[in-house]
């Protein structure tokens, strides 16, 4: 697959998912784990993980990769080995928390990462694909039963004497 095979791919799986739920994120808002993932009977580990791993994909790998792109003398070797073990890692991961066609898109980016000839194409790949993260966390984000919170409130602070 070429770079800009890659790059459409993306851009027509984020607007797949803009504005309607992929599947497997609601199965894994329900409970439904494929390879069983959870500890003790429950999935909301599982969750916090997807989630975690979702954020940290887009916010932290893909956006740090173009802010590296974009700096002069970045080495495009340098940047396709961290891609193979850093983001081809996450991929692995998503498939344990439920997320196999996450996890396939992911190793997929890896693939053509791993392809590039300049980091310029590197880059424009590097785009399409926070892009395309970025909405799949907005859906796990979604998923998540953020009101489990509730029952681990801060205490009151004792206000200090003056």
């Not at 887009?58 to 193979?84: H, N, S, Y």
Request: charged residues 25%; aromatic residues 10%.
């Amino acid at each position: 697959m070429t770079t800009d095979e890659m790059i459409d791919l993306l851009d027509t799986e984020r607007e797949a998912i803009w504005r309607t739920m992929p599947d497997e994120v609601a199965a894994i808002g329900r409970g439904e784990i494929p390879r069983g993932t959870g500890a003790r009977g429950q999935y909301l580990s599982t969750l916090m993980f997807a989630e975690g791993e979702a954020r940290t994909l887009a916010d932290e790998m893909f956006w740090g990769l173009i802010e590296v792109c974009r700096q002069p003398g970045a080495d495009l070797a340098t940047l396709k080995m961290v891609i193979r073990q850093i983001i081809g890692y996450k991929a692995d991961f998503f498939d344990f928390v439920g997320l196999p066609a996450a996890a396939a898109m992911v190793h997929r980016y890896v693939a053509v990462a791993d392809a590039t000839t300049t980091v310029e194409e590197l880059e424009r790949l590097t785009g399409a694909a926070l892009s395309w993260a970025n909405r799949l966390h907005m859906w796990v984000d979604h998923v998540f039963p953020w009101g489990v919170g509730d029952g681990f409130r801060k205490p009151k602070s004792k206000p200090t004497a003056a």
